[in-house]
């Protein structure tokens, strides 16, 4: 039997790309403006981190809540309605935040925000159901990653660029009286088209991944395939095999293999199959049993949630901190500030930014993180492994926050943003690889495909909590040390979270991941399912009966034109279509959704 190399579904994954876009961005366009935002609300100085970090935390909290509803929901309707209705949910939240007239409004709309939408756990599940190899895993599960980069490039430009436009661009919008009474409403209407974009992308040209939904009729689709062939133009279509060829992903071809009960001579029987390439599954493959909560939480899936929840807790608390940080007042106090130093922990001051500053900062940074996920993560991870990247981030994780404050110290401006640019960098590296690496582990923790999708949302509830718990520390902190002289605190604490962090991770062991196993395998599975009774099934090298397939051996009824879609292999076969015709051939069956078994085909040609 010829193996075949795996490849990656590379045009959904763009897709799904380009769908998950516009939500960095506009998560990250926030950053820059934040802090003058809040002062807007009658907020003082000393009091913005503490609030920045509530309007975070708020918006993470809701999430944590709403991220197993979300995640079951999608495991119900599937993916991607799911995935479009939260982004609709997020643009309109992020519309009505930019037009937010005091902080209470603000800290309602990015709870409602948070709730609104689950999307982080389905699409790293759409990921996992798309690219179930786990050799692949690495560069797939690093895409969605490099999105954020890139979406953290084009965010705080937005944020920081569009932000108060009548006060910086007087002579272009200084006489907008809507951009004069809500100086932030621009970044998120510009942040808004970009929605748009990912969400008709979404619409029109994503795929649905969830087994059960996959064959159901998408108009969405069908709407995007018909504006495709508008824009190529009409081709003109043979009905031979050499130049109509179908794909396992093709709307009306994404049936997956059925075992038939018609015997290869029977032609009456055989019609109906054989009016699409592909038949349809035996239902009782289709069936999902709901995954029960012992097989969600194994042993190693707690303890990669633990890691994860670390991971979120003390990352984004440090990005949604340092924005403040940056904003605070270089001096504050007496003016001899070395006579109120008393180094190692009591200092003050911060970079004293504005928030066109600080968006150019976090653009920098987000361009370090698009090259280090594009050329760094994969030959980093296939030369030492996710498991040992992940480790060696979980140690640079302390390192880099607790020497984050100090850069403030530096007396050379230009020298003390360099400084600040290379911790901010070194940070960038142990996120992005470690994000990817975490996500791959906890993936291949999971015991089967079928509890996939409720681990990612369980998942998403945790990150989430720490999300929420680590910028409202962190916030709280800010304002209660620099009262005291103590502005280093909040990334002390941080520090100290990402040492508890790094603990797990030397309990993690990497998985085979859930692409081997489903639940209710058996391997002691009969072969008594073959329909026709003449015991036509055979065992693979490796003996294993049609894994993933039913566990026995199926028939079905391939139309010739549609035989590059199924890889079907056999010594002695006829390259000529036509001398295929009625001929029952052993190869390894395909479905649509990557699973294959061995089983037997009769062919037929379509003219």
Request: proline share 6%; charged share 20%; aromatic share 10%.
């Amino acid at each position: 039997m010829k193996a075949h190399k795996p490849k990656l579904p590379v045009q959904q994954l763009a897709i799904l790309a380009v769908a998950r876009f516009a939500e960095p961005l506009a998560f990250t366009s926030v950053f820059p403006y934040l802090p003058e935002m809040i002062a807007s609300f009658g907020v003082e100085k000393k009091d913005i981190a503490k609030w920045a970090g509530a309007t975070s935390a708020v918006f993470s909290l809701a999430q944590s809540v709403t991220a197993v509803p979300w995640g079951r929901a999608s495991d119900r309707f599937g993916r991607k309605p799911t995935i479009i209705v939260g982004l609709f949910c997020t643009m309109t939240c992020f519309l009505i935040w930019g037009v937010s007239t005091s902080l209470p409004m603000a800290i309602v709309i990015r709870a409602i925000q948070g709730a609104s939408n689950g999307n982080v756990g389905i699409i790293r599940t759409m990921v996992a159901e798309m690219v179930p190899e786990k050799e692949l895993q690495p560069r797939a599960f690093s895409i969605m990653p490099l999105v954020w980069s890139i979406g953290s490039i084009f965010g705080p430009a937005f944020g920081g660029f569009f932000a108060r436009p009548a006060d910086r661009f007087p002579g272009l919008f200084g006489g907008s009286k809507f951009l004069s009474a809500y100086p932030f409403a621009l970044p998120n209407i510009m942040g808004s088209i970009i929605f748009m974009v990912s969400l008709m992308t979404a619409l029109l040209f994503l795929r649905e991944t969830l087994a059960t939904k996959r064959h159901s009729r998408d108009w969405g689709l069908a709407v995007g395939v018909r504006i495709s062939e508008a824009l190529r133009g009409r081709r003109h279509h043979h009905h031979g095999y050499r130049h109509r060829r179908y794909s396992l992903q093709d709307d009306e071809a994404a049936a997956p293999l059925l075992a038939a009960d018609m015997r290869p001579s029977s032609k009456r029987q055989t019609s109906s199959a054989a009016s699409s390439p592909i038949a349809s599954i035996d239902p009782r493959l289709e069936k999902v049993e709901p995954p029960t909560m012992r097989a969600v939480f194994t042993r190693q899936s707690v303890i990669n949630l633990i890691s994860y929840t670390f991971l979120a807790l003390h990352s984004v608390a440090y990005d949604q901190v340092l924005p403040v940080f940056l904003n605070y007042p270089e001096h504050e106090g007496p003016r001899d500030w070395a006579s109120d130093t008393r180094l190692p922990f009591v200092f003050s001051g911060g970079f004293g930014m504005d928030s066109g500053r600080i968006g150019t900062i976090f653009t920098l940074y987000g361009v370090v993180c698009g090259v280090i996920q594009f050329l760094v993560f994969p030959p980093l991870c296939a030369r030492f492994g996710v498991l040992r990247c992940f480790r060696g981030c979980a140690v640079a994780f302390p390192l880099v926050y607790a020497v984050t404050p100090y850069t403030v110290l530096v007396s050379n401006p230009a020298w003390r943003c360099a400084a600040l640019v290379a911790v901010m960098c070194a940070k960038a590296i142990a996120v992005i690889v470690g994000f990817p690496c975490t996500t791959i582990l906890l993936t291949n923790s999971a015991a089967s495909l079928n509890v996939l999708g409720t681990l990612n949302g369980f998942a998403t509830t945790f990150s989430a909590f720490g999300r929420a718990l680590g910028p409202a520390l962190a916030g709280a902190a800010f304002s209660w040390g620099v009262r005291r002289g103590l502005i280093g605190l909040p990334w002390w604490l941080l520090a100290g979270a990402a040492v508890l962090g790094a603990v797990p991770v030397w309990l993690i062991e990497e998985g085979e991941g859930p692409s081997h196993r489903r639940d209710g395998d058996d391997d002691d599975d009969d072969d008594d399912d073959d329909s026709d009774g003449n015991d036509e099934s055979e065992e693979d090298a490796d003996g294993d009966d049609g894994q993933l397939l039913g566990g026995a051996s199926r028939t079905a009824i391939i139309a010739g034109d549609a035989l590059d879609a199924v890889d079907v292999q056999e010594d002695g076969i006829v390259p000529d279509p036509a001398a295929r015709d009625g001929l029952p051939l052993s190869g390894t069956l395909k479905s649509s959704s990557g699973f294959q078994g061995y089983g037997s085909v009769v062919v037929e040609s379509r003219r």
